[in-house]
């Protein structure tokens, strides 16, 4: 069926979380930094979920450091952090359910898609180099822009890099963290939470799984946003 007999029209672009969204690495990336914790003489707890799940390691040693008073400094915590989850990530990297489904759907309906993490550059190659890289139109890691979520710019900076308003983009996110940085941006935001419950809000959709996403939906969720 051509596109225009379609009852919807799929979105200018889908950009894609990569921790705990695309691949199962969220519960990666909380133990490497119980573990560093640990060594802290600091015990993580729910309340620290807030500081460390979508969050960038620079965030995430930062507020390890306050809480320890440590005299150790936030230079060699971000990289006993950044060694720690590498190398979890390198021995273990599971696609999300429907992950992979969903990417194929949409290079086979010639949708540009673009990958924005938090996460620095040498995990976001590994995990290209296991899942694939051919799936991504243009990838950002957390050094690719100034501020990284919950600041709007690194979906901004992926917006820019595919030539289109993000108004007409559809993210896909799995913490509040990523959350806000893509509202904040202007996408249409489908959430599918993995480790932190995300609440309802305006023009934030949430599943269960991306099992349950298609291109039908993306296509309705870019529609509403532009309206």
Do not use: N
Request: aromatic residues 4%; glycine residues 6%.
């Amino acid at each position: 069926m051509p596109e225009s007999a379609l009852p919807w029209a799929p979105p200018a672009a889908v950009l894609f979380d990569m921790d705990g969204t695309l691949v199962d690495t969220e519960h990666l990336w909380w133990q490497a930094a119980s573990e560093l914790a640990t060594e802290l003489d600091l015990v993580l707890t729910d309340r620290d979920l807030p500081e460390v799940l979508g969050r960038a390691v620079e965030h995430t040693a930062a507020h390890l450091a306050r809480s320890s008073g440590t005299a150790r400094t936030e230079a060699e915590l971000v990289e006993r952090l950044g060694d720690s989850f590498a190398g979890k990530v390198a021995a273990e990297i599971v696609p999300r359910p429907g992950a992979l489904a969903l990417l194929s759907a949409l290079r086979a309906a010639a949708v540009p898609t673009a990958l924005v993490s938090a996460s620095p550059r040498r995990v976001v190659d590994l995990v290209l180099g296991s899942i694939g890289a051919e799936w991504f139109t243009v990838t950002l890691a957390a050094e690719d822009t100034e501020h990284t979520k919950p600041a709007p710019d690194p979906y901004l900076a992926a917006a820019d890099l595919l030539g289109l308003d993000p108004a007409s983009c559809v993210a896909v996110e799995d913490t509040p963290t990523g959350v806000a940085s893509a509202h904040a941006a202007g996408c249409a935001v489908l959430a599918v939470p993995s480790a932190v419950p995300i609440g309802a809000a305006p023009r934030i959709t949430l599943l269960d799984s991306l099992e349950q996403a298609d291109l039908a939906l993306l296509g309705k969720l870019a529609a509403d946003r532009a309206v």
